[in-house]
């Protein structure tokens, strides 16, 4: 799942051999099935799952990989919400409306919302059934030095899973980090949140409807989601807006985004709720902007990507038949390439501000840097990583 996905993706820029251990696998291997065992985990459990198992070293590479160019908001978005994926969701939750309907009521998450998480997560479930085999792909992380101790507990949590006869052992399959099922669980979220909802015994995430969809609307139940509210909505802001306000650390009621000059997309006054919410701009002042209110907040415990966030919000507004966005951005924009993205973050390191670690991924750290850069050189202060933005900061430390 999908929680963990901002944390696989720092430090890509390591090399294998700074990571490798020390420790034999082999040996590695009886240290970790004895702490296992001092967990409660059974001894037919552990010899069947980890005799004779080796590291894989397709994992490994997947692992270190660097992606070469970043998405723009518009090609993130036409990826994941094209045409063909709003269809497929359509005849999705008309196919299962009995279950999601009944999910729904008993978690508080509708229908369209789960229905989108499970078209971003495996396409509707097509891609459920996994291609690695988890406790493998878990070991091989765990032995490794990068992110040992993280993928030691995700493996102890695999384990427990399979000891408690929830999954067999040749049909535990998931993504090379262990994500799993239908809505793509670390071992970790399935022992905390997922849901027996067939009553069988099994929490299977793997091939049954029922679980897989009441597991992910009980993590999000448990991630703040409210039932009778939206994720946020499309805006648009007056010519004089003042864009230090786009951030997802600045909450203020709609009354005061309305006094701000901030207007649905049609151009009418904003609802008079009450409720709080963030200014976000993705492809910068030229783009789309939206509020985003507690929803937006609890897809973000899922994935920490805004522009994932967006996708799930936009996606489930299309599935009930709202329109698209008025735009998803300039249509000639260049995204910055993963190694400018780096050298951007440590550019604005250098010059004071705090992006966060200069690992190439634009988030909401390094949005906020970009802005506070932006504001002290009068160019709009949008947070947005843009080539301008670049040149800017290259031309001041030459
Ligand atoms: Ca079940």
Redesign the pocket.
Known sequence: MAVVFALFLTGLFFSNQAFANEQPFKQWLADLKNEAAGKGISAKTLDEALTGIEPIPRVIELDRRQPEFTLTFRDYMDRMVNAKRIVKAQTTIRANAKLLNEVAAKYGVQPQYLVAFWGLETDFGRLASGYFPVIPALATLAHDSRRGKFFRGQLIDALRILDGGHIDLARMKGSWAGAMGHFQFIPSTFNAYAI?????????IWT?N??ALASAANFLANSGWQRDEIWGREVKVEDSFDFTNVSLKIKKPLSAWQALGVRRINGKDLPKADVMASLLAPAGHVGPKFLVYGNFRAIMRWNQSQFYALAIGHLADRIIGKGPLSTLGPRDEKSLSFAQSEELQQLLIDAGYDPGPADGIIGSMTRDAIRAFQKDNAIVPDGHPSAEVLARIRAKNP
Do not use: C, S
Request: glycine share 16%; net charge negative.
């Open positions: 027996d909802y067939d009553g069988d015994g099994k929490r299977d049954n029922k679980d």
